[in-house]
């Protein structure tokens, strides 16, 4: 194991500073829609560190026309995935729906901090969403959402491990190499992006504006661990519709005229497990199933004598790279249910509709691009596993990589176990220590000759 370097003896010897800075932010709520006053502080902070700091609302228009296949409409928390699609969003459909005073990015900038090095060292991208999800259900929290209380080593709060751990621990790691006296060679940019929930637009918007570096890293929960691929994902939902009629009146002479929105489900779940099968079948004799359909939530009817004249089916899918384009597993699902809707004689009658909410393209790379190894080399020294893996869900770290080009690894403190749910919270000891971590790679990776150097 190697000395520690002075930037990490630094963070060491600042714990307590570290811990408060995290604290301050879990307690500056920041529910996506609502990003505005936690930017500010971020845009403060780097500012302190002597950045070139940048505010800038992400272009709605600009990106659907720069990348009209991934761009996804803005969300608010209190007005999520509020505009199905048929096929793709589009900016005319979101003009079109009336709802631009609700889904926008007024008062809602990424923040964006470079810290220029003295030149011809790699530069980085140190990428982090500030949003985060609802704390609904409220009740279910036994500690204050944005409390950010400590106990028994863990700090609880809406954002600890999703992700302003990372995001913290990624600014301090910058604040002790300043500290420290280190100097670096290639430029650092820092990356605080709102709308990673439900749409990556602020990263997407970055990287539409020109975002070059020689590697990133997206600083999402991983245990500190090395993620190198992410599977794509979407999030879907089906409506069908009935006839309502009470019992008295469901047979009119032999002929069924009521007909319940929800017996038209189980036709339609079974065209949608059916694509699951299909993709899982070549694997079928091992362990590895690269596709995982969710159906995660219904409703339907309004009374209980009488058939229901609607129904609503939505649930989501992640599917690893090997599957294939975003694209065609949304075409897949499609085509399944009009083959459902074609083949089951009630469904004829009353077909349903598939529509899709959100979706995320894949992320493959070598386990053995640079900015991996390197930090593979930085965790093995340090004792820890420095091995890389494919990490289990979807980030902004697609857009980086799929239409920046920049090389990426996802890695930062926290658990995805705990993201998205009431007493989020995050180990203080693995924050701590990616901060260590994060100081020891930047300074070896930033004082690495850049290409062509």
């Known amino acids: 194991m190697k000395t520690m370097t002075r930037a990490a003896a630094v963070a060491r010897e600042n714990t307590q500073r570290s811990i408060e800075r995290l604290v301050k932010l879990v307690r500056t709520p920041s529910p996506t829609g609502e990003e ?7 845009a403060g902070w780097l500012q302190e560190l002597g950045a070139d700091v940048v505010m800038a609302e992400p272009d709605i228009e600009a990106m659907f026309e720069h990348y009209p296949e991934v761009a ?16 793709l969003p589009s900016y005319e459909a979101l003009h079109a729906s009336g709802l631009e005073e609700v889904l926008n990015y007024r008062g809602r900038p990424n923040v964006t901090g470079v810290l220029h090095g003295t030149g011809g060292g790699r530069s980085l991208v140190l990428n982090a969403h500030i949003d985060t999800v609802t704390i609904e259900p409220a009740e279910k929290w036994t500690r ?21 751990g990372g995001l913290v621990a990624a600014l301090m ?20 992006v709102v709308n990673e929930e439900h749409s990556g637009n602020g990263t997407l918007d970055l990287v539409r504006r020109g975002l070059k570096a020689d590697a990133a890293i997206v600083l999402e929960p991983t245990d500190n661990q090395i993620f190198v691929s992410h599977p794509g994902g979407l999030y879907w939902q089906l409506k069908t519709e009935g006839v309502p009629r009470s019992p008295g009146a469901r047979w ?9 929105a929800i017996e038209l489900l189980p036709s339609a779940i079974r065209a949608l497990l059916a694509v699951e099968k299909e993709f899982n079948q070549p694997h079928a004799h091992g362990i590895h199933r690269p596709f995982s359909l ?6 339907g009817g309004h009374y209980e004598t009488v058939t229901a004249d609607e129904a609503l089916l939505r649930g989501g899918a992640y599917f690893a790279p090997e599957v294939g384009d975003v694209g065609d597993v949304m075409r897949r699902f499609s085509q399944a249910v009009h083959a459902a809707n074609r083949g089951d004689p009630l469904l004829n009658r009353h077909p349903a509709r598939f529509e899709f909410l959100h979706h995320d393209d894949s992320t493959q790379q070598s386990e053995d691009i640079a900015v991996a190894v390197s930090m593979g080399e930085v965790l093995a020294d340090r004792g820890r596993d420095g091995q890389r893996y494919l990490g289990p869900f979807c980030c902004d770290a697609r857009h980086l990589v799929n239409q920046g080009g920049i090389p990426t690894i996802i890695f930062g403190p926290g658990t995805i176990a705990q993201a998205h749910k009431p007493d989020e919270h995050i180990r203080v000891d693995d924050f701590l220590a990616s901060i260590e971590l994060l100081a020891e790679f930047i300074e070896r990776w930033c004082n690495q000759d850049a290409a062509g150097a």
């Not at 009119?252 to 319940?260: H, Y």
């Open 36 to 42: 505005g006053s936690a930017q500010a502080l971020i």
């Open 72 to 87: 996804q409409y803005p969300t608010h928390w209190q007005h999520d995935l509020v505009l199905p699609y048929e096929h």
């Open 144 to 164: 204050a959402p944005y409390g950010a209380e400590i106990a028994n080593g863990l700090l609880y709060g809406r954002g600890t491990s999703d992700m302003k």
């Open 173 to 192: 790691a910058l604040q002790y190499l300043r500290e420290a006296g280190v100097t670096l060679r290639g430029d650092v940019i820092f990356q605080s």
């Open 252 to 260: 009119n002479n032999g002929v069924q005229e009521g007909v319940s």
């Open 294 to 299: 969710v159906i995660g939530k219904v409703a």
